[in-house]
């Protein structure tokens, strides 16, 4: 089940979301949700992802069956 959520955010960052969501083909929603579900998983599977790939998280869909060792 989806909810309405109100944020206040500077402008400018709203425009550079915006900007970005636009340039992955993501939504600004899908962008603050990932977010936010990676903050509220806590460590369980931060530990298991590179330094790399923790920075990204939320930001980049990988595939189901991604290996980071292969890469």
Do not use: C, W
């Amino acid at each position: 089940m989806t909810a309405k959520l109100t944020l206040t955010v500077e402008e400018n960052v709203i425009k550079k979301a915006k900007s970005y969501a636009k340039h992955t083909g993501r939504s600004l929603s899908e962008l603050i949700e990932n977010y936010l579900q990676t903050l509220t998983e806590g460590n369980k599977n931060k530990e298991q992802l590179s330094p790399k790939l923790k920075r990204i998280v939320g930001s980049v869909k990988l595939p189901a069956d991604f290996d980071e060792k292969s890469s």
